[in-house]
Nanobody, 124 residues
């Protein structure tokens, strides 16, 4: 059964850090670029970061550059999103998604599989 499962979300104070994980099973992981998206209440889903199949290429939204780092461990079929210097505006449900492509497009409609999401809340 094909699955993407996110974990690591929670409540954190402004300036704090969290590490999200996305674990995959049921499909050929190595064929897919992986992206993180987020959706805040009342807003559209937006791309946050993505990583190519090999991990050699990464992209970030301007709003998270310098604060978030994406990485992947293909031996564990897992992608990570290290989030630092978190701000209240980072509050959202974070989703990981798999796109059957070498490089990631960053477009929601191009993703083949989605996880169920994990809530990140940044508040004092």
């Amino acid at each position: 059964q094909l699955q993407l499962v996110e974990s690591g979300g929670g409540l954190v104070q402004p300036g704090g850090s969290l590490r999200l994980s996305c674990a995959a099973s049921g499909f050929t992981w190595d064929y897919y670029a992986i992206g993180w998206f987020r959706q805040a209440p009342g807003k559209e889903r937006e791309g946050v970061s993505c990583i190519s199949r090999s991990g050699s290429s990464t992209n970030y939204a301007d709003s998270v550059k310098g604060r978030f780092t994406i990485s992947r461990d293909n031996a564990k079929n897992t992608v990570y999103l290290q989030m630092s210097s978190l701000r209240p505006e980072d509050t959202a449900v974070y989703y990981c998604a798999a796109e059957r492509s070498y490089y990631c497009s960053g477009y929601s409609y191009r993703q083949n599989y989605w996880g169920q999401g994990t809530q990140v809340t940044v508040s004092s």
